[in-house]
């Protein structure tokens, strides 16, 4: 996992914390999502990486797992760079 | 964390209290008994940049500071309440479009917003469906061209002047938010009349037949009406409702110092008597630590920490305890003068038992803030 997966990683982790949650694992599949997961992890995600989450960007499928977390990222940074 | 005001937010409070003083306080038990605030109030308002100030500059609004936010509503619950949930509705609103609105939500409402030319009112709450917000009987259907949505909201908060309301219903079983004007070809609103606290703050019930609205209105899109439309604004609602419990404190501390100085029992002041004491006591160092838990959760939203969400629940939920707390006693120091309505403190208990069951009740809280202390742990 490169530095932004483990930094998605340990976020992630305060909400699963007997599993060792892996790159492409889906978390909603897993059963631990609430809200207050749903609206930290969007501002765990916009003040880590300096990014602005938008309403277009609301779509489960980039918050699926570390991976698609990570290709979000990397998709706004792209976008504003 | 600072825990001094600078310079501009000392100067700040000190504007919101002589506005509070001058055009809130004096007036604030007739308004109590006319269930509704006048509309010379919210030009006022308007004029001060009261109404929507957490607006960004972008959007036209000031863009206030968190600290500087929380201040003013401390102040303006200082006098009243009802005034104080005008602007908790209407920035809650503005906070939800501000933060999932699209582009034309953004352009279209919040100048206008900012100007308090337009009043945001939430319409979440229905007759089945309070805590259990998920549970929403209010059903949308894709029409096309428009959104159809038949349902019944009730408690809107200054819905009777609302020009814009943020709905929530169902679209096939996922939540979602709706952005929808007054004037919507469906939509009726009724005026809720003798609510026992926040009676000036003007209630209504929505009824939604057939109501048609383009299908831009949605905000963001079905699914994430709730946990994060609605959360968005539940958000910022728990920290205006935290630093307006704490105004309410600081009015019932302020008028037992007075009573308890000037009223004369067994021929000394109430203040002289040891269990008055106590009470003013809890009432001091109570009112102190809701404002620093108040001041903390402002601090972490300011820089959009995670565990902004955590601290403005704690904020809300030991602030709003706080106030209830406060206002018992401060009726209780005011003896049978306390339940007249010669005196304020009658309207400040009634008020704050608002402050315990809006933006999340306190056992809502209890349920919630223990599963952020384990997800730390």
Request: glycine letters at 14%; proline letters at 8%.
């Given at each position: 996992m490169d530095d932004t997966q483990l930094k998605i990683k340990e976020f992630l982790s305060r909400f699963f914390k007997s599993h060792d949650l892996q790159?492409?694992?889906?978390i909603f599949a897993l059963g631990f999502v609430n809200s207050l997961l749903a609206m930290q992890l969007v501002a765990f995600v916009e003040k880590e990486f300096a990014i602005q989450v938008e309403d277009?960007?609301?779509?489960?499928d980039n918050f699926r797992s570390i991976d698609a977390i990570a290709g979000l990222i990397a998709r706004k940074r792209g976008a504003a760079a | 964390m600072k825990l001094e005001l600078s310079a501009e937010q000392r100067a700040a409070r000190a504007e919101f209290r002589a506005f509070t003083a001058a055009e809130i306080a004096p007036h604030a038990d007739a308004w109590d008994r006319q269930e509704a605030i006048p509309r010379e109030l919210i030009d006022r308002l308007r004029q001060r940049g009261?109404?929507?100030?957490?607006?960004t500059a972008e959007h036209?609004?000031?863009?206030?500071d968190m600290i500087s936010y929380g201040l003013l509503t401390e102040e303006i619950a200082r006098g009243c309440s009802s005034v104080r949930s005008l602007l908790t509705v209407h920035d809650m609103v503005a906070h939800a479009i501000q933060r999932w609105g699209s582009r034309e939500h953004k352009e279209r409402y919040l100048p206008r917003m900012a100007r308090a030319e337009l009043l945001g009112a939430l319409a979440l709450s229905e007759p089945n469906a309070g805590s259990d917000?998920?549970?929403?009987?209010t059903l949308a259907a894709d029409a096309g061209d428009a959104w159809v949505l038949n349902g019944r909201k009730k408690w809107t908060t200054f819905g009777q002047i609302a020009g814009l309301f943020l709905v929530f219903a169902q679209v096939k079983g996922q939540p979602a938010a709706f952005l929808i004007?007054?004037?919507?070809?469906g939509l009726t609103v009724r005026p809720l009349k003798g609510?026992?606290?926040?009676?000036?703050?003007?209630l209504a019930e929505l009824t939604l037949e057939d109501c048609r609205v383009p299908?831009?209105?949605?905000?963001?899109?079905?699914?994430?009406?709730?946990?994060h439309v609605a959360a968005a604004a539940l958000e910022q609602g728990r920290y205006s409702v935290a630093w307006g419990a704490v105004g309410i404190a600081q009015a019932c501390l302020d008028a037992c110092r007075s009573y308890a100085a000037d009223r004369r029992q067994f021929g000394v002041?109430?203040?002289?008597?040891q269990l008055i004491r106590a009470m003013l006591t809890d009432m001091i160092v109570d009112v102190r630590a809701a404002r620093l838990l108040c001041l903390r959760a402002g601090w972490l939203r300011a820089s959009g920490d995670p565990g902004a969400f955590m601290e403005t629940m704690a904020a809300k939920y030991f602030a709003s305890r706080v106030a209830t707390r406060s206002a018992n006693d401060a009726v209780q120091i005011h003896g049978a003068n306390g339940l007249s309505?010669?005196?304020?403190v009658a309207r400040y208990l009634r008020d704050a038992k608002v402050t315990e069951i809006i933006e999340g009740s306190t056992q809502i809280q209890q349920i919630t803030i223990p599963l952020f202390e384990f997800q730390e742990f």
């Open positions: 790159p492409n694992e889906d277009a960007d609301l779509d489960l | 009261y109404l929507g100030s957490n607006i036209g609004g000031l863009g206030r917000a998920k549970s929403i009987e004007e007054r004037e919507a070809p609510i026992v606290g926040t009676r000036a703050s003007m299908k831009g209105q949605l905000v963001s899109r079905p699914g994430f009406g709730i946990s002041p109430l203040a002289d008597h309505e010669s005196y304020p």
